[in-house]
């Protein structure tokens, strides 16, 4: 049996973010955005790359966020 396994989703590069499209206890599908990031006037939707249930949102529009930041946190579903 899987186990469940927390996965980050970082920033990966200087932004600002624009929208949070999820929140806490949201069920997300692979592919799914979840947050809008811009950067020197262009914006960068941040996708999932798991299915999971968001457990964290730690940025929130109007932040500047820098590379490596954490924007989120879901526990995976096992496979």
């Known amino acids: 049996m899987a186990r469940e396994q927390t996965v980050r989703i970082l ?3 200087v932004a600002n973010v624009i929208v949070v ?3 806490v206890d949201d ?3 692979a592919g799914d ?3 809008l990031l811009e950067s020197m006037k262009m914006e960068i939707p ?3 790359e798991s299915a999971g249930v968001v457990t964290a949102v730690k940025v929130t ?3 500047v966020v820098q590379e490596g930041d954490i924007l989120v946190e879901l526990t995976a579903r096992p496979s």
């Open 11 to 13: 920033a990966e590069m």
């Open 21 to 23: 499209e999820v929140a």
């Open 27 to 29: 069920e997300v599908a």
């Open 33 to 35: 955005m979840v947050c």
């Open 46 to 48: 941040v996708l999932t």
């Open 61 to 63: 529009p109007g932040d």
